[in-house]
């Protein structure tokens, strides 16, 4: 069934017939599911009363592992924000009851930040949320062209000189 982009390509077709446009059928559609995937996600933050940069901090502590504890220093790395930044975020994040932090006993010039157990819950059931969203949007294909399209877009990132490293992993 054509869609707007079907129908952008074709008017840029009819105008610049000079131009392969081809490029459009892919990346006009990622950039339209990145839109609604930003949507998706922000409203299962929401639904946990939770901000994306918010979850971001919380989900890399957890993804951490036990005892879900990073430096400041390593979140602020993790996320791509400056250290400035990041003591903003884990203020008000401690201020909520989500992580507490302490000055690491072997080297007192770094601060030692803990998922706390209300943190940890909130972070799960964001994600829970999340992967819901996501699991409804990708239901429309099957398995074998879900593993291609994963493949073929890993591919396209790693072409673009995308390690993963430029921008914050929000899951």
Known sequence: MPDEVDAIVAAWRRERPDLDVEPLHVLSRVARLAAVLDDRRAAAFVEHALQGHEFDVLSALRRSGEPFELTAGELAGLTHVTSGTMTSRLDRLEARGFVDRR????????????????????????FAALLDGERQLLRALDDETLTALADALRNLLLAAGHSGDEIPATT
């Open 103 to 126: 000055a690491d006993p072997s080297d007192g010039r770094l601060v030692r930040v803990r998922l706390t157990a209300e943190g940890r819950e909130r972070v799960d059931a964001a």
